[in-house]
């Protein structure tokens, strides 16, 4: 009996280095060889160089001179990474016809010289309340209060968004999107707050 008990042992024992060690280690090192940013969260800096957030979470954006994201539902306030999830409303629930009404009305009252449809996109949380994309009707909504705001032309503002606009992936997965904070950098990049 203590032969297969000290047998099970070693074996529980090599196996434990083997998956909580070993492989873990090789994976980590794998990874930062050769996906170092993905693998360190796809963090983007400003140009002074202090982190300002990921490429990958979506962040609150609320004065005129930056494209806006799409609404959170994580958390109290949104955007709240420890409370990623969405709102799961249905199509006919009260609670999200009065705030999608809100957003619409929250939207033309912040850019009054857009008269096209509202983008869904901007109205309409994610499922996990973080996407940091807008569809690119979204952006190109935005534009005239953006360029307004950094007293810029609209075409200086769309030619910055159509370079950072992002194809489907691998030619066919997916819409093109547009990365706020991405666009957001490149804006205080190339036009600088007043």
């Not at 042992?9 to 090789?26: E, S």
């Not at 939207?107 to 994610?126: E, Q």
């Not at 973080?130 to 200086?156: C, M, N, T, W």
Request: glycine residues 10%; hydrophobic residues 40%.
């Amino acid at each position: 009996m203590w032969q297969q008990m000290t047998q099970g042992l070693r074996m529980m024992l090599v196996l434990t280095v083997l998956t909580g060690v070993v492989y873990p280690g090789v994976v980590t090192g794998l990874c930062q060889a050769f996906f170092r940013g993905q693998a360190n969260g796809s963090l983007l800096a400003a140009s002074d160089g202090h982190v300002i957030g990921s490429r990958l979470i979506g962040q609150s954006f609320t004065r005129p001179e930056y494209l806006q994201p799409r609404p959170s539902a994580a958390g109290n306030d949104g955007y709240d990474a420890m409370a990623s999830g969405g709102a799961n409303y249905g199509p006919t629930n009260q609670k999200l016809i009065d705030r999608v009404a809100a957003s619409v009305a929250a939207f033309r009252a912040a850019n009054p010289d857009y008269s096209g449809p509202v983008p869904a996109d901007l109205v309409t949380t994610s499922f996990s309340g973080l996407d940091p994309h807008v569809s690119p009707a979204s952006a190109e909504a935005q534009v005239a209060r953006v360029a307004k705001a950094r007293g810029v032309s609209i075409q200086q503002v769309q030619d910055l968004i159509a370079q950072s606009t992002e194809g489907r992936d691998l030619g066919f997965l997916g819409e093109p999107r547009v990365n706020v904070l991405v666009v957001n950098l490149a804006l205080d990049e190339s036009f600088p707050r007043r």
